[in-house]
């Protein structure tokens, strides 16, 4: 009513009164924008639910927690700003249109998450929509992720990383075998971010607040310079594309360091 009464009021009392004011009725652009991306996820945790299961819901809550304490956070409209499949899939077929959907797909390493078959396809697909994706390392008692090195590679490349029905399961959503690798060097061409559950409760709101701080600088970057987002259209993502996108990426990542980075002194 207040809003409605600066606008139609003829009696202007102060300079406030003559500022003119949009009325709620009449939704700017940005406005606009936001309800129509209503139905899009932020984040998309993407795990290994044996291994990391109760880390994702621990996340997705204290996530969403911290979207809603920030009324001017790109997410604050979303409907469900942090998808984890376990709690908002209903049907695996589905899985794909949540990914592209998904600004950011936030990976928990844990041991085996580069076997599970559907962890690769919703990497892939990231990588595909030109999505970003923020490695994170669940650090706690009992499990280690052993970052790949080309023995790794070597026999993923040979299929021997994963079962045959596994193999058939990406083929089916289109992804060979020929795509895994460059999808997968891709993703650590940036230092992966830690949580970790065990600690106290400051060290783990410090590691969220990291890793939520490299999703908005991340979404920030490419909403200012959309040149930069790389969408690949084919269903078979080619691996030379997603090698030089790697090769790319680490060379803006050490302009980054460079220009950030002071020099240290004795």
């Known amino acids: 009513r207040y809003v409605l009464h600066l606008n139609q009021n003829s009696d202007s009392v102060c300079d406030i009164d003559r500022t003119p004011i949009r009325l709620l ?10 309800e129509a991306c209503a139905d899009h996820h932020y984040m ?18 204290a ?18 700003p942090v998808f984890l499949d376990s709690e908002n899939l209903q049907d695996l ?8 959907k998904s600004h950011n797909l936030v990976l928990l390493l844990t041991p085996n998450i580069f076997s599970r078959p559907w962890c690769l396809v919703e990497i892939v697909i990231a990588l595909r929509t030109g999505n970003n994706i923020i ?7 009992g499990i280690k992720f052993q970052y790949p090195d080309e023995a790794f590679y070597e026999r993923l490349r040979k299929g021997s ?23 997968i060097r891709y993703i650590f061409t940036q ?5 970790s559950p065990h600690k106290s409760g400051s060290i783990r709101q410090a590691e969220l607040w990291a890793i939520l701080s490299r ?23 080619d691996s030379d594309v997603i090698q030089a996108l790697a090769l790319e990426s680490l060379k803006q990542n050490s302009e980054e360091d460079a220009t950030e980075t002071p020099a240290l002194t004795a």
Request: proline fraction near 4%.
């Open 93 to 100: 077929t589905l899985l794909k249109d949540a990914v592209r």
């Open 25 to 34: 009725s009449d939704p700017s652009e940005r406005e606009k924008q936001l």
């Open 135 to 141: 490695p994170v390392e669940v650090q706690r008692p």
């Open 191 to 195: 230092i992966a971010l830690p949580f």
């Open 44 to 61: 998309f945790l993407s795990h290994f639910k044996v291994e990391a299961g109760t880390e994702a819901a621990m996340m997705q809550e």
């Open 161 to 183: 990383e994963l079962r045959e029905a596994d193999i058939r399961l990406l083929a089916e959503q289109g992804v060979q075998l020929a795509d895994l690798e460059g999808a």
């Open 215 to 237: 999703c908005d600088k991340l979404e920030a970057s490419r909403t200012k310079d959309e040149g930069t987002v790389h969408i690949v259209d084919s269903e078979v993502l």
């Open 63 to 80: 996530f969403c927690a911290l979207i809603r304490a920030d009324p001017y956070h790109i997410a604050i409209n979303f409907e469900v």
